[in-house]
């Protein structure tokens, strides 16, 4: 495996690839990640991670400087996953000078859920990712990038923006990677103490009988949904979580369910706080 710094090298990395398979993490890689550079492996001729933990994305009070950095851990696990070539920039490669360009998503997709509570990630996301997807796919006639379905807002909006600026990038999706006891693997995970750990899962519980309350209410569900949604986000919250949304909204646009929409279009999503560690999850209905 290649470990390059700067956008220059990079593209000489990847001068002769044909079909560049990218991975974007900000690292602390765990089984989901894996999960993702098995997916694209057999995608394309090299397969490409990154490693950065990207400042345009976390608020002024959130995790920013505490987010575990595992490098030399993650080399490992890269290689061990066939990964050819890892990039892994410093801020100032990527942002040599101040990024005052940036890329706002639409609000109609990126203000919902994360984007209500978390005013501004998703125009640190898209810029990142815009960013990464010109240093990686430059000079290519055709490329993929894997992203996993944990984040699923961002998967969304990441692939709207790739059709709107019409990338000659294939936008693949990873499923949930889950401990055995069900819990979505994160990075943020390692914040969570032993007991913590225990009471992690009750999110993902929460989310599967939101899921299922609101199929049973089907013919109804749009009336029915909003007290359906405060009874599960209350019910978490009497356990001592802070829940910011507990949802469930159309796959397509991530908007409330109409009449008529029933199983195979809709999830329910979640994030909520468990002491000071942030946790999201969804399950697609």
Not at 98 to 110: C, G, R, S, V, Y
Not at 138 to 144: C, I, M, N, S
Not at 184 to 189: C, F, I, Q, V, W
């Amino acid at each position: 495996m290649q470990i390059v710094h700067s956008i220059a090298e990079l593209r000489h990395t990847l001068r002769h690839a044909d079909r560049a398979v990218f991975v974007p993490t900000m690292g602390n890689l765990h089984a989901g990640h894996l999960s993702l550079l098995a997916k694209g492996k057999p995608l394309g001729d090299a397969l490409v991670a990154s490693i950065f933990v990207n400042r345009l994305q976390f608020l002024p009070h959130e995790d920013f400087d505490q987010y575990p950095r595992t490098f030399e851990a993650d080399c490992a696990a890269l290689k061990q996953a066939g990964c050819d070539v890892l990039f892994a920039p410093r801020e100032a490669d990527l942002y040599p000078e101040p990024q005052t360009f940036k890329l706002t998503p639409d609000p109609a997709l990126a203000g919902l859920l994360e984007g209500q509570f978390r005013p501004g990630f998703f125009t640190g996301v898209c810029t990142v990712v815009m960013k990464l997807f010109m240093a990686v796919f430059a000079g290519k006639t055709r490329g993929v990038a894997v992203f996993g379905k944990k984040d699923y807002q961002q998967l969304m909006v990441v692939r709207s923006m790739t059709r709107q600026f019409a990338l000659l990038i294939d936008i693949v999706a990873g499923e949930i990677a889950r401990a055995d006891d069900g819990l979505a693997l994160s990075s943020r995970n390692r914040y969570l103490s032993e007991a913590e750990r225990v009471e992690a899962l009750q999110l993902s519980l929460a989310l599967r009988a939101l899921a299922r309350d609101a199929l049973a209410a089907a013919h109804v569900l749009p009336e029915r949904l909003p007290a359906l949604e405060a009874a599960a986000q209350s019910q978490l919250a009497a356990r001592g979580w802070q829940p910011d949304y507990l949802s469930v909204r159309r796959r397509t646009d991530l908007l409330p369910p109409q009449a008529g929409d029933g199983a195979g279009n809709l999830v329910a999503l979640g994030a909520a706080r468990l002491g000071s560690t942030r946790l999201i999850d969804n399950l697609e209905i």
